[in-house]
Structure formats: structure tokens, C-alpha cells
């Protein structure tokens, strides 16, 4: 057992270790990626309260004996509940922050949310019901959580930035809960083809959270390509050399 939730934090550290390593952006607050952490944690207690409060008690005592569309109802609301616990509180948050300004951003920030929320799941489930229960988990869902709210991520800072994509926003706010609940529904349900369904949605959202982590880092790289060589040249705040032309100075480390 010990093991299995070793894994998963090392997991989480890799994940966390690429995205940060890979993000051609100026360098991140290491206070505000500690701050995305625990957004993570009050996302799953904030959860776990909504589902206690708001949810049928009976799911908890034998899921599969209650009816299919009862089910299904049930797991829909646990996906918009969840994503909601992940995402509002660091959204409100951080939205109109100085630091969160560029594309990759969105994503990393709401990864590192989504994934001390799906790490501390994890552990949660193979504490409680075994190793059995956590190797399954190990394979289905090490970055489930953290694609699903990095996405929302992406969405909600290209928002910010370009003011005329709050339709995107609206749609991935309502479809990623959706793909959540329908993931749960086919581990819940009981029914190999649906459970198949949920791999395939979890696969999904992993790549997606790489594909929008790539694209997101091609918007920062234009961004920069379009702003005048001449206005690189220094550093209008501190009148340094910006002999690189980066879109934030090396020596005091503010937007150019």
C-alpha cells in the first residue's frame, strides 16, 4: 500500500516538474504555486462536505443495488460538485492577480490545484478500501483531476487576456463536469462497457491537458514575437539591458 501512494506523489512531482521546467513564461511566485496546493486541499474538503450535505446517503452503503438512472443522477452531480470545489475558490482567487497574465498559466496553476486534489483522493481510496482499489486508480485516474481543472484553467486566463472568449469559457465551464460525471458513472455503474468508457475519458482529458499545455505556451511565444524589438532593449522600470529580449527583465524580474 505504502507503495502505491508513494507513486502517487511521485507522479505528482513529475507532473508538476514538467509543466514548470517546460513553461517558457517568466519564472512563477514559488509562494502562489504553494498557494495553488491549497486550494487543492480546501477543494477536496469543500467537496467532501457538498457530497455529505447535498448527496443521498444510501450510495455509500451499497451504490449498485440503487437504480441506474438514480445512479447516473448521482454521479453527474458528484462531477459538477467536485469540479466546482476545485475550481471557484482558486478562480476567484486568482483571476485578478498581477502574476496571472500569460496562457500557461491557466494551466499550470489550476494542474497543481486539480492534482493536490486528486492526490489526497487517491490516498483517501486506497487507505480506506485497499491496494486492490489503489492500483486501479493508479491507472485510471494519477492526473485525471489535474487535466479536468487545468483545462478550465486555460480557458478562464485566454478570458482574461483576449476579453472575447467568455463563450469558450462558459461551454468547457459546463462540459468538463459533464465528461467528470460520465467518468464516474461508468466506473459506478457496474458495466465493463462503461467502465471501458471511463478509461477512454481519462485518457482524453491526460492528453488534453499536455495539448493545451503546448498550445498555451504557442500563445505566450506569439505574444512575445508581436511586441517590437526596440521596446525589449531595456527595461523601462529598472532601465536595465534586456540583451535577451525577454518579455520580463532578469534583474527585476517585472513585465517589460
Known amino acids: 500500500m505504502y507503495q502505491i501512494i508513494i507513486t502517487f506523489i511521485v507522479l505528482a512531482c513529475v507532473l508538476v516538474w514538467y509543466l514548470l521546467k517546460h513553461d517558457h513564461g517568466r519564472r512563477l511566485p514559488v509562494t502562489s504555486l504553494w498557494i495553488a496546493c491549497g486550494f487543492g486541499v480546501l477543494g477536496i ?3 467532501m462536505l457538498l457530497e455529505l450535505n447535498l448527496l443521498p446517503k444510501d450510495f455509500a452503503v451499497s451504490p449498485l443495488s440503487i437504480p441506474i438512472a438514480k445512479r447516473f443522477t448521482f454521479f453527474m452531480s458528484v462531477g459538477f460538485l467536485e ?4 475550481f471557484i475558490p482558486l478562480a476567484l482567487f486568482i ?3 498581477s502574476y496571472f497574465k500569460e496562457h500557461t498559466d491557466g494551466v499550470i496553476f489550476f494542474a497543481i490545484c486539480g492534482l493536490t486534489f486528486g492526490l489526497f483522493e487517491n490516498i483517501m481510496y486506497t487507505v480506506s478500501y485497499g491496494s486492490n482499489v489503489g492500483i486501479a486508480r493508479l491507472i485510471m485516474t ?3 483531476h489535474a487535466a479536468s481543472t487545468s483545462i478550465l484553467g486555460y ?3 485566454n478570458m482574461k487576456i483576449n476579453k472575447a472568449n467568455k463563450t469558450k469559457f462558459v461551454l468547457a465551464c459546463l ?3 459533464v465528461m467528470h460525471g ?3 458513472f461508468g466506473l459506478g455503474s457496474g458495466l465493463a462497457v462503461l467502465a471501458i468508457f471511463s478509461l477512454m475519458i481519462t485518457l482524453l482529458l491526460t492528453i488534453g491537458l499536455f495539448l493545451y499545455f503546448m498550445a498555451a505556451n504557442d500563445l505566450d511565444k506569439a505574444a512575445v514575437a508581436s511586441i517590437p524589438i526596440n521596446s525589449l532593449n531595456y527595461c523601462k522600470f529598472c532601465g536595465k539591458p534586456n540583451a535577451n529580449h525577454k518579455m520580463f527583465c532578469e534583474y527585476c ?3 517589460i
Not at 469540479?83 to 476545485?86: D, I, L
Request: proline share 8%; hydrophobic share 50%; net charge positive.
Open 95 to 97: 483571476y485578478k492577480k
Open 142 to 144: 494519477p492526473f485525471f
Open 45 to 47: 474538503i469543500a467537496a
Open 175 to 177: 462540459l468538463l463536469p
Open 155 to 157: 480557458y478562464l486566463v
Open 182 to 184: 460520465f467518468y464516474d
Open 253 to 255: 524580474g517585472r513585465h
Open 83 to 86: 469540479e466546482a470545489a476545485k
